[in-house]
């Protein structure tokens, strides 16, 4: 569809506004210790009241402004969205959403299988399968969760069955926990056709006790995977495409690494964030963002929105890995699970 009424917005180092990722609840039935570690997020951990929560109508009405300003991808992120009833629902609304072109989610698929068909017949173009370690002891281990691995790819092989191809596979690697994992993930990938994306561990906000040792750098990802199956660059499919992208040589997959560490992006990042009580971030990696759910629940105009989100993003100068690279630590910063990744 065409958008309506575009106006595109820059920041202040020109980058345009075309992604946003959309949190749909800060609940997760997983414990992964790079993101919501047990001892901080245990059965006493006060998460949000639904009533806080943006409903279906309010994301979508923000969907619709954000598409005004230039966003044509939407990601659908958590937590873990599945928890959030429904979902279908919601992906319905925000794929008839005029100058949407591309709505995807990010899971752990432990619920997925399920819902497959009904997210593929709702709209939802891509998904993304967040999955660590192929090894079941691991995975309890990483994920720190009784949900055996065999749910997990239950619901992966549901997703290619509902026409989920490829599937996206990203692997979070941590040194001395799952970087012996490069070599099953990749191979798991190629067999079913997947892309396989190796992420490096990153210091999102102030609980999952980041220490530098413990990233695994994307040079040494790709020297790993290349000395097996040899691989040549590829374009970006996209302006701001945060992976370095890899062709296997054989035709069989492909490979991407998000060095966010070693390697910043900061320059081309095209994404702000929504969370699920409808603050706008501006970055992964902020402290803070600006109310919006008060200004849709006081009575804002469709154009008073426009002008508030267009200004928030007109404003932003983030570039936190570039910063933290330079030897900058601007802490303290929110946690992945309310940002959604």
């Given amino acids: 569809m065409d958008r309506v009424s575009p106006v595109p917005v820059l920041d202040r180092l020109a980058r345009p506004l075309r992604d946003l990722r959309v949190s749909v609840t800060d609940r997760c039935n997983f414990r992964c210790r790079y993101c919501m570690p047990r001892e901080r997020f245990g059965a006493d951990h006060a998460f949000l009241p639904r009533a806080e929560l943006l409903d279906f109508d309010e994301i ?51 619920l997925l299988a399920p819902l497959a068909a009904d997210l593929r017949a ?91 040792a413990e990233v695994v750098p994307a040079a040494e990802v790709l020297a790993r995977v290349s000395a097996r199956h040899p691989v040549e660059p590829l374009e970006p499919t996209y302006p701001g495409e945060v992976a370095a992208r890899y062709r296997f040589l054989d035709g069989q997959g492909e490979l991407g690494l998000i060095g966010s560490v070693t390697r910043p992006f900061c320059r081309s990042c095209t994404r702000a964030r929504l969370t699920a009580v409808g603050e706008l971030y501006t970055c992964l990696f902020a402290a803070r963002g600006r109310d919006v759910r008060g200004l849709l629940r006081g009575g804002a105009t469709d154009e008073q929105l426009l002008q508030a989100i267009g200004g928030v993003w007109a404003a932003r100068t983030d570039r936190y890995s570039e910063l933290r690279a330079q030897g900058h630590d601007p802490s303290p910063r929110a946690e992945m699970s309310y940002l959604g990744g």
């Fill in 60 to 110: 979508t009405r923000l969907v619709t402004i954000f598409a005004r300003l230039g966003v044509v991808k939407v990601r659908l992120t958590g937590g873990e969205p599945l928890v959030r009833r429904d979902l279908p629902t919601l992906v319905a609304a925000v794929a008839a959403v005029p100058g949407i072109e591309d709505v995807a989610m990010t899971t752990n698929a432990s």
């Fill in 122 to 212: 709702a709209g939802l173009s891509r998904l993304t399968v967040s999955l660590d370690t192929l090894d079941p002891q691991r995975f309890t281990t990483v994920a720190d969760v009784a949900i055996p691995l065999a749910q997990v790819l239950a619901g992966i092989d549901a997703a290619r069955s509902a026409g989920f191809r490829p599937l996206k596979i990203n692997a979070v690697l941590k040194r001395g926990v799952n970087e012996d994992d490069v070599e099953p993930l990749v191979e798991y990938a190629r067999e079913h056709g997947d892309v396989i994306r190796f992420i490096e561990y990153m210091d999102v906000g102030t609980t999952n006790g980041w220490n530098g």
